[in-house]
């Protein structure tokens, strides 16, 4: 089956800096894409993005898909976007989750 | 708002006893899954509802059982629950973005999740 990767595994940042998570798979995918999770649980939409690049506030993701990547930006990060980071890759009817990313954000 | 709702959000039960776990969507998908997290891991795919038809992952145990009545319910029983069943379960809706015999997925939505508790 597909595998999907994320690095860094675990990130620490102060408020303010900006950092970059990577998603790579293994194999061509018809859909991708990010999630947050919060600490209750809840996986919170952040990109669908199957190729290309798109922009929400301090968050961007990218998407090559002929180079089976995804990168997520976050720029001035916030104590509140600490939490798991996930890309989810789909392939026919069937997803598959990375890892994730835990990102602590510190005042 | 359109949303996908999970009932209830905390459940405790007992190791062997039956539980069943819901999901409602009002988005009007005509696909919908249901994940296993476990702690400190990602979500699993158990299975999915194309409109009607069930599709069952490889490795899911022949314990969790789905029942779609309609476009909007779909159900989760665990006939027996064993501690290792203990985790969040989570809903998830999309449309599909093809047909016929060419399936494909679309943007999924999540509900809040149930973290199942087996004492």
């Known amino acids: 089956g597909i595998q999907v990767e994320q690095s860094p595994p675990d990130l620490i940042l102060q408020e303010g800096a900006n950092s970059t998570l990577r998603c790579n798979f293994s194999?061509?995918?018809?859909?991708l894409q990010w999630f947050h999770q919060n600490p209750w649980g809840q996986l919170i939409n952040l990109f669908y993005i199957p190729s290309g690049t798109k922009q929400n506030g301090r968050l961007s993701a990218t998407t090559v898909a002929t180079e089976r990547y995804s990168l997520l930006y976050i720029s001035s990060s916030q104590t509140t976007d600490s939490g798991v980071y996930f890309c989810?890759?789909?392939?026919?009817?069937?997803?598959?989750f990375g890892p994730g990313t835990r990102l602590s954000v510190l005042p | 708002d359109a949303m996908v709702i999970q009932n209830p959000r905390y459940q405790v039960t007992q190791f062997g006893k039956p539980v069943t776990l819901s999901c409602s969507q009002t988005l009007n998908h005509n696909v919908m899954y249901w994940y296993q997290q476990k702690s400190s891991q990602a979500p699993k795919l158990l299975f999915h509802y194309y409109d009607k038809d069930f599709n069952n992952e490889a490795d899911t145990p022949d314990n969790f059982q789905s029942r779609r009545p309609n476009t909007s319910f779909c159900f989760l029983d665990i006939r027996s629950p064993g501690l290792g069943d203990a985790a969040m379960y989570l809903c998830?809706?999309?449309?599909?973005?093809?047909?016929?015999?060419?399936?494909?997925?679309?943007?999924?939505?999540f509900g809040p999740g149930t973290r199942l508790t087996v004492l």
């Open positions: 998830a809706t999309s449309r599909d973005a093809g047909g016929g015999t060419s399936r494909r997925n679309n943007e999924q939505f």
């Open positions: 989810a890759v789909g392939y026919g009817q069937n997803f598959v």
């Open positions: 194999d061509s995918v018809n859909n």
